[in-house]
């Protein structure tokens, strides 16, 4: 008798998704016969399959995109206090993690610019504005994407006028010290999105595609007070940049990261073009251990995060947000073809065999490079905790390897 073809659903039609399942022969379902296999969902349908009240039980053969909990990543106020946390725990353990040079300042953990969450760590916030002279700031609404509700600020009277006219409004915003001195190319300012895997969170395995971008403002960057809400110059979202006067649709804004390592080795040299991609590794590993301890690591689970990093002039990557629903809209052919091959890569890991989905075989994948995706880090193969500390001051135990494929 013919093995049966794995039962596939999915709430986003979109190509890359479509495509890669029907490639394989699998059959499409609908959510709602729960015969499915492998199943694409949002982050709402997540919660109700996971919610106690649902009283949905997940079988074996059945994997979906999203970890119960995967908000404590992925939701601004909770990434940057699950990331607080996490420091203030390597230091109580007296990991050599949880180092401070002379300031003040985390040395391996310093991966997020200064952040508080308002409006309840206002006092927090116009202690540290005052002690630091002011400054310019950047608000962002803890649940949105796509840069909506986003704005600079440099005056504690703009904050004090936004505390007044959301007065009553049950809505949370971060404030972080805002990047000023950006690595800029031909001018623009710009940020990383980058793919990151993760199949298990205990113990923690994740991988990263090569098949990321840069995303590019259309006007350059001014740091004057003149351009604060020029959110042409500030913000690298798509979403936003798409509706300037100089937007490009062929290009779309975007660069590949492979065409953003050649511009790097040729201007700022090999040796420090890998110590900044080494340091990337660096700051999502970190990110990804910061909330270990609190996702909820279903093995029917997995998940694909976007992350956006930012690269300031000393070429150190800071970490903005992490999306749990990256967009696999398509914005020009160059964009389908990555966003195609890195959902394909993927699937080769979740289901090595094209078989029907398994907890099992998810988790027994034993390759480091499938496609686009490098291992990145695997904590069953690391060391001790705390370990030793290699040539960068960093412990070995807790570096990610290189990825040999984004060199």
């Known amino acids: 008798m013919a093995a049966r073809k ?3 659903c999915t709430e986003f039609e979109k190509n890359c998704i479509v495509a890669n399942c029907e490639k394989r022969g699998w059959v499409r379902g609908v959510k709602e016969d729960q015969d499915w296999n492998f199943f694409w969902c949002s982050v709402n349908t997540a919660h109700r399959l996971f919610s106690v009240d649902g009283g ?6 059945q994997i979906l995109n999203h970890f119960p909990n995967h908000y404590e990543l992925t939701k601004k106020d909770c990434m940057v206090r699950n990331i607080k946390r996490y420091r203030k725990e390597m230091e109580r353990e007296g990991s050599p993690l949880a180092e401070r040079d002379e300031k003040g300042r985390w040395v391996h953990l310093d991966i997020i610019p200064d952040t508080f969450m308002l409006p309840h760590e206002h006092g927090m916030f116009a202690e540290e504005f ?5 400054g310019t700031w950047i608000m962002k609404p803890t649940g949105s994407a796509q840069g909506k509700g986003i704005f600079l600020v440099n005056r504690m009277a703009q904050i004090r006028k936004w505390a007044k006219e959301s007065k009553g409004q049950p809505r949370n915003y971060v404030i972080s010290r805002y990047l000023d001195a950006p690595l800029l190319i031909g001018g623009k300012k710009f940020d990383l999105r980058l793919y990151v ?16 971008f840069c995303r590019f403002c259309t006007v350059k960057y001014n740091a004057s007070l003149s351009e604060l809400d020029n959110m042409f110059v500030h913000l690298t979202n798509v979403a936003i940049q798409k509706h300037g006067a100089d937007y490009n649709n062929v290009h779309g804004g975007k660069w590949s990261v492979e065409n953003f390592r050649r511009y790097l080795e040729g201007t700022r040299g090999k040796v420090a073009t890998d110590k900044m991609f ?3 590794y660096w700051v999502m590993v970190q990110s990804l251990k910061s909330v270990q301890a609190v996702i909820f690591n279903d093995p029917h689970c997995f998940e694909i995060y976007g992350y956006d990093i930012i690269i300031d002039e000393n070429l150190k990557p800071w970490l903005i947000e992490v999306n749990s629903s990256p967009s696999l809209s398509s914005t020009t052919v160059s964009d389908r073809i990555l966003k195609y091959t890195m959902i394909d890569d993927a699937l080769r890991i979740l289901v090595p065999d094209g078989d029907v989905p398994g907890v099992k075989k998810k988790a027994d994948t034993e390759a480091t490079n499938v496609g686009s995706f ?3 880090y695997d904590e069953s193969q ?5 370990g030793d500390k290699d040539k960068a001051g960093k412990p070995k135990s807790r570096r990610p390897s290189t990825a040999s494929g984004w060199k």
Do not use: F, I, N
């Not at 949905?56 to 053969?61: I, M, S, V």
């Not at 895997?197 to 990321?212: C, H, I, M, N, Q």
């Not at 690391?382 to 705390?386: I, Q, S």
């Open 6 to 8: 794995p039962r596939w």
């Open 56 to 61: 949905y039980r997940l079988h074996d053969h």
């Open 130 to 134: 005052r002690r630091c002279g002011g």
């Open 197 to 212: 895997l993760v199949t298990s969170y205990r113990p923690l395995k994740a991988w990263v595609s090569k098949e990321g």
């Open 278 to 280: 080494q340091d990337m």
């Open 374 to 376: 490098q291992l990145l």
């Open 382 to 386: 690391a060391g001790p905790k705390g």
